[in-house]
């Protein structure tokens, strides 16, 4: 296949989604910007709680990940009750787990806060916000099966359009229902949870039309017995566990950053978020490489064809490169934006934020290519356990203890814990890049019967 034509299947796959998450960073920008006209102390509590949020969905988001590979493979395969089956039965599993896990915080959410150290008018604002946004999740990660299933099907801008209005209703109802515009309240952050809630209600709901109903492109159809449960199960479990592993394994090291943060003080705290959320902007817009990744290899390993999975992992990795560094120059530049941005946060947290945009954006290539193998090449070529592995290793034996011995036993404080990060990109990198010589496609990439 001409590489020029390989391109374009990249492109239909990554703008798309690579779109959809910067509108959906975007979103968060937004809410950032308003949440911040209420201080640094709504900015820090909103911080903390993502970084608890973020453990639960982004584990449970591993089962779209999952999900999206073997969709891709049983698709490429012609197979399309395997489509069916897996699809609805992670969709199920997504919903009825994430509530599971939700409820018990929701419940606790003020002790909980309280527990992680957080100063107490942080905690106090925390408990307004908190368990509107773990409600949520069921919604998020249903709907993250369902945009999963799409993209593997070759359906990506759908949910782009769903994720635009998403946004266009959150934004505005978080402006509306933050300082009470109209008959509206004025409910702070309480309003902008609900918010996200309301515009995570409609995206699910119109993604699973548009999955199932009306002209549906795959059919709603569990498994009829108790050893087909039992096999789709193992299949997308075999996937989304290491995933999930690795996605608690990153997600645990960003909160143990936070807390890294908070000991150094709410000021340091806030602008991390900050550093954070413009990272992800720019970091993220990358990150349709890594699902196309997952789609096309995934396809081509479905279709047995090794030679054709190998190529597309290695020129995946080669435009990963590029936009790398393209959008780390963009990231870097909003180092001198931030005032613009923020009017409402202090010069000494401005500061701090700015020197860590200009670290983190260093690092943003080995980032990207750590997203394309980690999360697309090396699960697509069945490897999963080595990117638990080295994102293990990465964050608790390189990064968090280097960011301890930078930020406070050498004193370096905010400083050490950002450069701290930036290592830890590194060691990673190196070692996906050790495991991915190492793989094995003909092994993987197998014909289906009758095909």
Same mark, same amino acid.
């Given at each position: ?5 390989? %391109?374009?299947?990249?492109? %239909? ?6 779109? *959809? ?53 049983? %698709? ?21 787990? #994430? ?128 050893? *087909? ?8 479990? %075999? ?28 000021? @340091? ?81 401005? #500061? ?44 608790? @034996? ?25 290592? *830890? *990109? ?26």
């Amino acid at each position: 296949m001409p590489d020029t034509h390989l %391109h374009r299947e990249i492109a %239909h796959i990554a703008v798309p989604v690579s779109l *959809e998450t910067m509108f959906q960073l975007l979103l968060g920008f937004i809410d950032q910007v308003i949440i911040g006209t209420l201080g640094t102390v709504a900015i820090a509590a909103v911080g903390l709680c993502n970084s608890v949020l973020a453990v639960v969905y982004v584990t449970l988001g591993a089962l779209g990940t999952g999900t999206g590979i073997l969709v891709a493979r049983a %698709h490429g395969g012609g197979q399309a009750q395997v489509v069916a089956r897996t699809s609805s039965t992670a969709a199920a599993l997504a919903g009825a787990s #994430s509530l599971l896990l939700a409820l018990p915080f929701v419940a606790l959410a003020g002790p909980f806060l309280k527990g992680l150290g957080a100063a107490p008018a942080v905690a106090a604002a925390g408990r307004t916000y908190f368990p509107v946004v773990l409600l949520m999740l069921p919604l998020a990660t249903v709907g993250a099966v369902a945009s999963a299933t799409l993209r593997s099907l070759g359906r990506p801008r759908i949910p782009l359009a769903v994720t635009l209005l998403a946004v266009a209703l959150n934004t505005a109802g978080a402006y509306v229902l933050v300082f009470g515009v109209g008959p509206f309240p004025r409910l702070g952050l309480a309003g902008a949870a609900w918010a996200t809630f309301a515009a995570q209600a409609v995206k699910a709901l119109l993604l699973l039309r548009c999955l199932y109903g009306g002209r549906a492109l795959a059919r709603w159809e569990l498994p009829p017995t108790l050893a *087909e449960w039992r096999r789709t199960n193992t299949e997308l479990l %075999h996937l989304a566990v290491p995933l999930g592993a690795k996605d608690v394994s990153w997600t645990f090291a960003l909160f143990g950053y936070a807390l890294l943060y908070q000991r150094i003080g709410t000021g @340091a705290l806030a602008a991390s978020q900050i550093v954070a959320t413009l990272e992800n902007l720019f970091f993220l817009a990358s990150i349709g490489l890594m699902v196309a990744a997952t789609t096309l290899i995934g396809q081509a390993v479905g279709s047995g064809d090794a030679s054709l999975a190998q190529m597309r992992a290695r020129i995946l990795l080669r435009t990963g490169a590029v936009t790398g560094l393209a959008f780390g120059a963009l990231y870097l530049s909003m180092a001198l934006l931030l005032p613009i941005f923020y009017p409402h946060v202090g010069r000494s947290v401005l #500061s701090i934020a700015a020197g860590g945009v200009v670290i983190s954006a260093l690092f943003q290539p080995v980032r990207v290519r750590n997203m394309i193998l980690g999360g697309g090449v090396l699960p697509s070529g069945g490897d999963a356990r080595s990117v638990v592995i080295g994102d293990a290793l990465g964050a608790f @034996a390189v990064g968090l203890p280097l960011a301890f011995l930078l930020g406070f036993a050498l004193k370096w404080g905010v400083w050490g814990v950002f450069a701290a990060r930036g290592v *830890e *990109e590194v060691s990673k990198a190196l070692f996906f890049a050790r495991r991915a010589g190492r793989l094995s496609w003909a092994k993987v990439a197998v014909r289906p019967a009758g095909a």
